[in-house]
């Protein structure tokens, strides 16, 4: 496992979707994931340090988490199936380690919230020796612009 950190999010021009780009922490190799709208904004709130007056979602996990006396380990972006990428939480309580599978969004997002430490496997990263097109990197004013319109409503709305 390689630790990584958030370098920046970005809007992929060809899906019109937010992409995450994961950074190897001493180093130099990046990982991109696409993610939702939903979970681009949390992470991009809790990296603009935008706070809301009641918790949302991957707030709620943080207060669970903390609630029952655990501690958020690491997070483990562990393989990718079918362009699907999986992730781990590694929670500690009273010497016990429980493992809870979620989406590496989610995962990023609830690691940003309790400062910890993201790890992605050796093997998910791109080979250096064949590039694949860059997403183009988010504009700082369009993000601004989104969150502020943001309703925090919107987050528990969805379609099935």
């Not at 990263?125 to 997403?135: E, G, K, L, R, V």
Request: aromatic letters at 6%; a negative charge.
């Amino acid at each position: 496992m390689v630790e990584v950190t958030v370098a920046q999010l970005r809007m992929d021009p060809n899906t019109n979707s937010p992409v995450v780009v994961l950074r190897e922490k001493d180093g130099v190799r990046e990982l991109p994931i696409w993610i939702g709208p939903n979970e681009a904004s949390a992470i991009a709130m809790e990296l603009a340090g935008v706070k809301f007056a009641r918790p949302l979602t991957h707030d709620l996990v943080r207060q669970i988490i903390v609630g029952l006396g655990a501690r958020l380990h690491q997070v483990c972006i562990t393989t990718v199936e079918n362009n699907t990428y999986y992730a781990e939480l590694e929670l500690r309580r009273d010497g016990q380690v429980v493992q809870v599978d979620a989406r590496p969004s989610d995962s990023i997002a609830v690691a940003l919230r309790l400062n910890a430490p993201i790890f992605a496997n050796e093997d998910l990263f791109p080979d250096p020796n064949d590039p694949a097109p860059s997403p183009s990197p988010l504009d700082a004013d369009r993000l601004r612009d989104y969150l502020k319109d943001l309703d925090p409503e919107d987050f528990g709305k969805f379609q099935m």
